[in-house]
Nanobody, 127 residues
Framework: QAQLVESGGGSVQAGDSLRLSCAAS????????MAWFRQAPGQEREFVAA????????YYGDSVKGRFTISRDNSKNSVYLHLNSLKPEDTAVYSC????????????????????WGQGTQVTVSS
């Protein structure tokens, strides 16, 4: 059973950058497609980005496309989210998730697909 631990959140100004990390305990990390979701107070969980197993194909939500980058390092059992050109509306709790489901966008963009979740890390962007 994979355990996921996020880090790297914080409070920044609009236009700043952050890098979030998610470390997995699972030795077979490379078998999992990984994703980042976010949830702001009073709002539904939103798909941010995903990176598939094997080919490391990446997918992004429309609101972050061109500003955020997801990457993975299987040797470190880790996935990263680089957040650039941050906006106040990016303020949320960011959580990473893992799944062995089929690596297609319409599957990986759904929160219900994921078997394992981290506890989340807060990102706050002020104007």
């Amino acid at each position: 059973q994979a355990q996921l631990v996020e880090s790297g959140g914080g409070s920044v100004q609009a236009g700043d950058s952050l890098r979030l990390s998610c470390a997995a305990s699972e030795r077979t990390f490379s078998r999992y497609s990984m994703a980042w979701f976010r949830q702001a107070p009073g709002q539904e969980r939103e798909f941010v980005a995903a990176i598939t197993r094997i080919t490391s194909t990446t997918y992004y939500g429309d609101s972050v496309k061109g500003r955020f980058t997801i990457s993975r390092d299987n040797s470190k059992n880790s996935v990263y989210l680089h957040l650039n050109s941050l906006k106040p509306e990016d303020t949320a709790v960011y959580s990473c998730a893992a799944t062995t489901a089929a690596p297609a966008f319409f599957i990986l963009s759904r929160a219900a697909t994921y078997d394992y979740w981290g506890q989340g890390t807060q990102v706050t962007v002020s104007s």
